[in-house]
């Protein structure tokens, strides 16, 4: 006897209650999509868990009825990661929002799937520490090391992965381990964080997170340098490495996004190719720093160089770069973002920026170059008519072209986003046999395919 929708849900609500379970229309669509491009799906049932326990129970349901389930943050992927196109359960992880417990002596924090980095950072701020990864969207902590994500200030603190600790995570036979511990380093074991981080739910559901945090520096100062090219903006930024600054934010903005800036976020700022920069530390050691960069940058024919110590004048600053996709979309009503997400070598940074731009402009398609530039990643924000499917082409004939270019030199079809259904066929190029024992990782873990089936790799039932 087959199954029915209603004999999953009776079976959901004997172990949750009948608001943690529900079918509702609204919700379902809510949990459709995420902010990308790509297509939506509605899930069957979405499951609000509150524990680690009905976690584990869903996933045994979801084994019974041998259907699968899609781990849910707060929908602010970009490659169609929780999609559930194979329809099934979404299990929504807000309800698990619970900063379990701060260890600032330790410089660790536990916590709970479902808090948001901005709700973390409220709470770390009494304590005088701060979670460092910032991809400028407010996401779930497990969203984010689902994704391996980074942004802003992964120059200088690093990428998601390199926060994470320990891990508890649910597999798909519903037991559950602990990939790590509260050291700060071992030699025991596979390295298990390295694997779950970046998994984008294929491999189980965390539960629980332990990360690295830090203390509030003392001094910030940002600044705001314009460029007559964008590619003197780039060769200055790897001046400013090489020289051993230490930087902790450089995002590049060019010039039409410095307009889209302007329209958006009501600024006056210089129309140039731009970087926007910060650093930290005492005020002693920084006031040197910033003569050395100014040194340097004027050697890369910068136009105006504008600096901001004042908190209000920062976070505008910050907020104008973070709401940049916002601000695009805001401007060109109708349209749908699609964001492209390469990564380079530092050395080929520059000549990769050069030939987006020049791709982009010869398939005449609207659109501007942002990027994380001090460690090699960038962005295309492309303005998309779906409706379209002459411009939806070209916009994925672009998007290929940059892949290839970052493949052939060394780099990533993803910096930060990560693969979803979006890069999944990029994945061989770029990790050849590699890719087959992610696959047999993959049908170890979790061989009926139940977690986020046909996402990141390809289902080998």
Known sequence: MIATNEDVVS????????????TNQTILEQHSSDESYHSSSLPDIVVFPTTTEEVRKTINIANQFNIPIVPFGRGTSLEGHVIPYDHGITMDFSNMNKIIEVRDKDFLVKVQPGVTRSQLNKEL???GLFFSVDPGADATLGGMAATNASGTTSVKYGVMRDQVRDLEVVLADGTVIH?????????SGYHLNGLFVGSEGTLGCFTELTLKVYGIPEHIVAARASFQTVNDAV???VSILQAGIPIARVELVDEPSMKQVNLHSQTAYAEQPTLFLEFQGNEAGLQQDVEFMKELVAEHNCQHIEFETDTAARNQLWEARHNL????????PGKKLMVTDVCLPISELAGAVEHARTALNSFALTGGIVGHVGDGNFHVLLMIDMTDTAEIKKAD???ELIVMYALERGGTCTGEHGVGIGKQKYQEQEHGKALLVMEKIKQALDPDALFNPNKLVKNKK
């Open 397 to 399: 004939d672009f998007n």
């Open 125 to 127: 701020k009494k304590y």
């Open 235 to 237: 060769e200055a930024v």
């Open 11 to 22: 079976a959901l609500r004997s172990v949750l209650s009948e608001s943690q379970v529900t």
């Open 179 to 187: 990939t790590g511990n509260l050291a700060a380093k071992s030699s």
């Open 325 to 332: 996709a916002y601000a695009y979309v805001h401007g060109h």
